[in-house]
């Protein structure tokens, strides 16, 4: 079960709901939404220092803070 401030590790091949596919990141459970069955991560500066810089801005458009 995972807890508030646990460190998490996506599995590969990992599909997000825009379709993407994403491998090896990592990053701290901020919040937990048990009846949608998933979680808020905030992902560490490996993660998002290796992330392409268009996938971030598409990001910030729809809503996520920089």
Do not use: H
């Amino acid at each position: 079960m995972l807890r508030r401030g646990d460190f998490v590790k996506v599995k590969q091949n990992t599909r997000l709901e825009s379709g993407e596919i994403v491998n090896e990141w990592v990053g701290e459970v901020e919040e937990i939404y048990k009846k949608e069955n998933c979680c808020l991560i905030t992902l560490d500066t490996q993660t998002l220092n290796a992330l392409d810089d268009s996938y971030l801005q598409a990001c910030i458009e729809e809503g996520a803070e920089p």
